[in-house]
């Protein structure tokens, strides 16, 4: 698949702005980025659920503006919000999608009886869709893509509302579905669940791709690799920041407590002793260290210049 220039404006605003972008085949995509980043516009333009307002894309070859009924017989979407009629039941819903694709019969009804099962929803497969818990609701708009296994499966936030259990089995799933042959693009603004699912992320802010790589590219790419945590016996001072940012070595000090200090540092073996012996005329002890690689949240920090959590939660 691949975009090329596209772009989807509302009014003065571009939803998606000039995206020029390729996804492998076979791959799980992971488009990571807080609310209004163009995550689900990129998705539902794919998807031919809006056209462009300039540019097109590619989806197995198929110009989702000149060809959009080959396109949807390619791709299929599970939506960030769960969608069905009020007074339908898990599993006619299931099968109405597995009809629109072909199967019928004992066939039908085997992967319908099967999906159900795999996404825990047997027991709730006659109540009607307005008696389903959001998490089951959820869990039922994410299994529709799995009666018939589209060549491209488009997740938007596969799942929000669900437990953590719940999680993990949509996750194995997806996974599952890869491994199937399908290529997969998910759309979170949940870290652990894009380092769990990708084979690359893609980071999005403003309706831009800011850059898709794998986990450990966008790791290995920020300068400072080695994060520092440091605590103190102490609140720390300006004159422990101080002292803390002319270490050789240190890229960025960020301040995670009133004791805590985050440092983003180059060679973490040559930088502590030096931040020992930097910190020893100040007068204040060091309690704890712990030496990590950066985190997703760190990436994000570093392509963007925002931290993730904070826009999600604003």
Known sequence: METFDLTKAY??????????????????????????????????????????????????????????????ETIGISFQEARGFWRHKPYHILSFHAGIYGLKGEAKEKIVDQTLKDFDLWPSRNKRFMELSGGQAKRLEVAKLF???????????????????????????????????????VATNEVREAEYLADRISIMKAGKEVV???????????????????????????????????VPGTVRVSQETEKALKVFVNRSEDWLPQMMNAVQPLQTKVTSIRVAEPSLDDVFLHYTGDELVKQINA
């Open 11 to 72: 009014g003065s605003t571009n939803a998606l702005d000039s995206l020029n972008t390729k996804i492998k085949r076979g791959e799980i995509l992971v488009l990571l980025g807080p609310n209004g980043s163009g995550k689900t516009t990129l998705l539902h333009l794919l998807a031919t659920v809006l056209r462009p307002t300039r540019g097109t894309a590619t989806v197995m070859g198929y110009d989702i503006v000149k060809q959009p009924l080959k396109v949807r």
């Open 147 to 185: 009666v018939y296994r589209p060549a491209v499966a488009v997740f938007d936030e596969p799942t929000a509302m669900v437990d953590l259990e719940g999680k993990r089995m949509i996750w194995d799933r997806i996974k599952d579905l890869r491994k199937a042959g399908s290529t997969v693009i």
């Open 212 to 246: 898709t790589e794998n986990l450990r590219t966008l790791k290995d790419s920020i300068s400072g690799g080695d994060v520092v945590e440091v605590e103190f016996s102490s609140p720390t001072s300006p004159q422990l920041l101080k002292a803390l940012e002319t």
